[in-house]
């Protein structure tokens, strides 16, 4: 079955494919398309899909091969792909197509944000975590020193094609990590998903692609309805989509490059969220028992190396985008399957949250 999820923001529409065999269709149509494409391609990907790689590559006017992981997500690296796409030649009516995983799909969405003040731009995730939360919405980044996606802009891509058929390759970390995006929507604004997750056989790379393609379909829905609504997040609503990644983010700086992965992280800002919440105790158990059944950490000693110090933590934490001052705009889970923002002292949740952890 194929869904189109029609995205109507302030630019063009966003046209959102979910099917099985989707990445043959776009092969297809690119070739049809007036114009032509700049190709920014997941190395990883590269690798693991040789020939679909190899036929786009063929058709391109430009190459770049990115390495994925949070570590190339840099300027330096944006710099050098705005370099080659118009060392390429393109025209402001050409395309950059990227395929990759959130990493890259963030880089390759900045560079045509910038190039020429914008080109059209066609996104292909390859990992569950891309597939189900990164790739929609428009938001692209890289990342500095001082904290993770402070370097972006808002660029909404003209197609999202999401072929589930291509995430049956990924190594069982790259599909976890995808795992905790699909938490956060379950936990924060589906009871109905959480409920359906619980039904089906535990989630793995070996699930079949018709049921990730449901998942992923599910998921976007819930995404898209709060992107509609808020695209350029300033009624507050699409701060909700921040579900437990204040914590998230600053662990994952704190980490460094490629040393916890974003669903990690997520997972255990959730599991500090149920727990200092406004939650009832059975919820709070049935909360995490979900967070249990898909196999996410519940203590930082499962997933880094040694327990992280507040104090180093807290210089992180104050760069969050959410921040006012010394508030934070915190998304709050009030009941299963639903969240809300509230305004808190940011130094008072970050050290409920951390105490919840330890």
Not at 89 to 94: E, S
Not at 144 to 149: D, F, K, V
Not at 309 to 338: M, T
Request: charge should be negative; include cysteine.
């Amino acid at each position: 079955m194929r869904w189109d999820l029609r995205l109507e923001s302030p630019g063009p529409a966003t046209r959102v494919e979910i099917a099985c065999g989707a990445s043959r269709d776009l092969l297809r149509d690119l070739e049809e398309l007036s114009g032509t494409f700049f190709l920014v391609l997941d190395q990883g990907f590269q690798e693991g899909h040789k020939t679909l790689a190899e036929s786009l590559s063929e058709k391109a006017s430009g190459v770049a091969l990115i390495p994925g992981g949070e570590s190339h997500k840099t300027p330096e690296q944006l710099i050098r792909l705005c370099s080659h796409i118009v060392g390429a030649g393109l025209g402001r009516g050409d395309r950059v197509v990227v395929l990759g995983g959130g990493a890259v799909l963030d880089l390759g969405g900045l560079a045509a944000a910038l190039v020429l003040r914008g080109l059209p731009l066609i996104q292909v995730p390859t990992t569950l975590l891309s597939a189900v939360d990164a790739c929609l919405g428009g938001k692209c980044a890289v990342d500095l020193p001082e904290g993770r996606n402070l370097l972006g802009a808002f660029h909404f891509a003209e197609r999202i094609v999401v072929d589930p058929e291509l995430l049956g390759t990924l190594p069982k970390t790259e599909f976890s990590s995808g795992l905790g995006e699909v938490a956060k929507y379950g936990l924060g604004f589906s009871k109905i998903l959480m409920d359906w997750l619980r039904e089906i056989p535990p989630l793995n790379a070996q699930t079949s692609p018709k049921l990730l393609e449901e998942l992923v379909h599910r998921c976007l829905r819930i995404k898209s309805d709060v992107v509609l609504e808020d695209p350029w997040e300033k009624k507050g609503l699409r701060r909700t989509l921040n579900l437990g990644h204040s914590l998230a983010h600053a662990l994952e700086a704190l980490a460094g490059p490629d040393t916890l992965n974003h669903g990690n992280a997520v997972a255990l800002g959730l599991r500090a969220e149920l727990r200092i919440g406004k939650l009832s105790p059975s919820e709070q158990r049935e909360g995490e028992a979900f967070l249990d059944h898909l196999g996410l950490p519940n203590a930082f000693e499962q997933v880094l190396p040694s327990t992280p110090k507040l104090e180093e933590l807290r210089v992180f934490f104050s760069r969050d985008k959410k921040r006012e001052g010394e508030w934070i705009h915190e998304p709050r889970i009030h009941s299963l399957g639903g969240c809300h923002v509230e305004r808190l002292k940011a130094s008072s949740y970050l050290e409920d949250a951390f105490s919840a952890l330890v």
